[in-house]
């Protein structure tokens, strides 16, 4: 059992940064794979980014290549989304989730956030 709860989202000016954290209870955590997603209103939800269990492999959706990046740090149960140089277009509820990384762009995670709004203005 994990349970998952993002937070760092907020409203930002277009070209700002925002770090998100999604927070992980009890002691399994690094036993999953962690994906980043994002869905905005009248859209599908859209794989944005994920991690492997140990971290050493990282994976992007094309439109967010070079300004975001994932990390983790499975001894704070903890995994993270930087996002540099935000655009209108990346406004959406942004959640992770945790599971098998093959199916994680898939929009198949074992374990999902609540979410966690972001913002950006033009």
């Known amino acids: 059992q994990v349970q998952l709860v993002e937070s760092g989202g907020g409203l930002v000016q277009a070209g700002g940064s925002l770090r998100l954290s999604c927070a992980a209870s009890?002691?399994?955590?690094?036993?999953?794979?962690m994906g980043w997603f994002r869905q905005a209103p009248g859209k599908e939800r859209e794989f944005v980014a994920a991690?492997?269990?140990?971290?050493?492999?990282?994976y992007y959706a094309d439109s967010v290549k070079g300004r975001f990046t994932i990390s983790r740090d499975n001894a704070k149960n903890t995994v993270y989304l930087q996002m540099n140089s935000l655009k209108p277009e990346d406004t959406a509820v942004y959640y992770c989730?945790?599971?098998?990384?093959?199916?994680?762009?898939?929009?198949?995670?074992?374990?999902w956030g609540q979410g966690t709004q972001v913002t950006v203005s033009s």
């Open positions: 989730a945790a599971g098998q990384l093959w199916l994680l762009p898939k929009q198949q995670g074992d374990y």
């Open positions: 009890g002691r399994t955590f690094s036993s999953y794979a």
């Open positions: 991690i492997s269990w140990g971290g050493s492999s990282t």
